[in-house]
């Protein structure tokens, strides 16, 4: 049997009366890729914080190469060959490619001044050593997600990592941005790096993946190779029960119109044409920069459109900015959650009460005991616990915030939702249990717009799908006839008889 490259055992860690992690084990061996699942708390990502040297363990050992290591700190880690590549980069946008490469290592000259000419030269020799392409002299901001990931591997790289982990790693990361972060991946595996995957998305791990280690509230549940698991086995090990259809839902009846769109256009969509009715779910899927966020701000007034018209219930709505919207009964949440959809640092009750602060006030003061009691029954019917409502926000699971934005929007009552990405970076518990929620929703009479890029999710959970291509919606099609290869010819203009217009919108 390989002698593991990488070894926890009895990895135990404490906060507070909560027990983060209890007593978990895990191996990894050089040239392999072995995921790491287990539902959004589940204690990944504590244990990789302890291997990046941003927490310590309260006991356990790790193993490297057969000998016990202490890691006290990043540099610990960095020195011991780990390197860790988080959900959320830490990189520094304002910096260049090249100054983010050469963070921590700065080449000097011989009076002690930064050498800016060997530091762009070392940053492309970085860059090539992944066949990467990128000019180190942009400011690292300007770049893609997944361009600043692959600077962040290229740093990793540099630096001769033996072990990297890579967190969510296609989260933001368009079609060919993956492929090309797989492409990567296998050139370190065959170079005999031990890679640490974690992930939510089953087919990745089926595609990428040697070995599976399934975590559970804190817990180890056990270890498997991908061909004597099915993925089935996989959930039924994360959640603890079994899932047969994730997206299973009764047929819905469709009410009247809620919504009418016509001829919208803003700087990268349009025309567009689309309609919501009471009591549907409507998902628009497309290739990443296909307009598909694009819109949805439109509706919602985050962009000025620049023709077309929109009318709710028959009348006309032209927000100038997203409280109008509101006012006009229209929510939104957003792709991303932290950065738009969110107060971090606010309590959870702040962040479910903020877009219905009119209806919970009195002469301009805040009824306190009437604000409590409508957030805490709508953490009820979202399944927050309700002890986590004078928490931070940030103290959540990624799961349980997108909760506390839905939460926010059934406080508010609002007849038109619109939820970009809903499940991005949420466990597969969570994510059926957001799809119970936006069932109910259309049930009681709510129009739906969803934006997703997965697939499978996009068909299982609506009732119709619009197909978007270079800002444009292509196809409308019922959800219970299409395919998923179907829907790919229409977004990749394969079922047109002349090319697309080369798509250029940023997503």
């Known amino acids: 049997m390989t002698e593991a490259l990488l070894r926890l055992e009895g990895v135990t860690k404490r906060y507070g009366a909560t027990l983060a992690l209890n007593a978990v084990r895990f191996d990894l061996k050089a040239g392999e890729v072995h995921a790491l699942m287990g539902e959004n708390g589940a204690g990944k990502s504590t244990l990789m914080k302890i291997l990046a040297g941003n927490v310590e363990r309260d006991a356990g050992r790790i193993i490297l190469d057969g ?22 980069l830490n990189t520094v946008p304002e910096m260049t490619v090249a100054e983010n490469l050469a963070l921590g290592h700065e080449p000097r000259t011989r009076f002690g001044l930064l050498d800016r000419h060997r530091m762009l030269a070392d940053a492309r020799e970085k860059l090539a050593r992944i066949h990467s392409n990128i000019d180190p002299r942009r400011p690292l901001g300007s770049l893609s997600i997944g361009m600043q990931q692959m600077v962040e591997i290229a740093r990793a790289v540099s630096e001769d990592a033996r072990v990297l982990v890579l967190d969510e790693p296609t989260a933001a990361l368009s079609r060919a941005e993956a492929q090309e972060l797989y492409r990567l991946i296998e050139q370190m595996r065959h170079a005999g790096v031990g890679l640490i995957y974690i992930s939510h998305r089953m087919e ?13 509230d804190g817990t180890y549940v056990g270890t498997g190779r991908k061909d004597e698991l099915g993925p089935s086995d996989v ?18 009846s469709p009410g009247p119109v809620v919504l009418e769109a016509k001829g ?9 044409d689309l ?8 998902c628009m899927a497309g290739l990443i920069g296909s307009g598909r966020t694009e819109v949805a701000r ?40 932290k950065v738009q959809g969110l107060f971090l640092d606010h309590s959870v009750e702040n962040n479910i009460a903020i877009s219905s602060l009119d209806r919970l006030t009195h002469g301009g003061v805040v009824r306190r005991a009437k604000a409590r009691a409508s957030v805490l029954e709508q953490m009820k019917r979202m399944r927050l616990r309700s002890n986590a409502v004078d928490l931070p926000v940030k103290a959540l699971s990624g799961g349980n915030q997108q909760k506390a934005v839905l939460a926010r929007w059934l406080l508010r009552d609002s007849d038109i939702i619109i939820l ?18 936006i069932d109910a929703l259309a049930r ?15 068909i299982g959970i609506s009732d119709r799908l619009l197909v978007m291509r270079s800002g444009r919606i292509v196809q409308d099609m019922p959800s219970r006839a299409a395919t998923e290869e179907e829907v790919m010819l229409h977004a990749t203009g394969a079922r047109s008889r002349t090319a697309p217009t080369p798509m250029g919108v940023a997503s």
């Open 67 to 88: 000998r016990e290591i202490e890691i006290h700190s990043p540099r610990d880690a960095s020195a011991h060959g780990i390197a860790i590549i988080h959900q959320e």
């Open 204 to 216: 990745e791990v089926w595609q990428l993946a040697d070995r599976i280690t399934v975590f559970r």
């Open 235 to 252: 959930v039924s090990m994360m959640v603890g029960r079994s899932i047969d259809n994730l997206y299973h839902h009764e047929p819905r």
């Open 264 to 272: 919208l256009e803003g700087d990268a969509v349009g025309p567009v």
């Open 275 to 282: 309609e919501l009715r009471s009591g549907e779910v409507v």
């Open 298 to 337: 439109l509706i919602f007034g985050a962009d000025r459109r620049r023709g077309g018209s929109v009318r709710i219930h028959g009348r006309e709505s032209d927000p100038a900015d997203p409280a109008e919207a509101i006012r006009d009964g229209i929510a939104m949440v957003p792709e991303d959650r």
């Open 420 to 437: 970009d990405e809903p499940t991005r970076g949420v466990d597969i518990g969570a994510k059926r249990e957001i799809y119970e929620i």
């Open 444 to 458: 009681s009479g709510k129009a739906i717009l969803v934006i997703s890029s997965d697939l499978p999710e996009a």
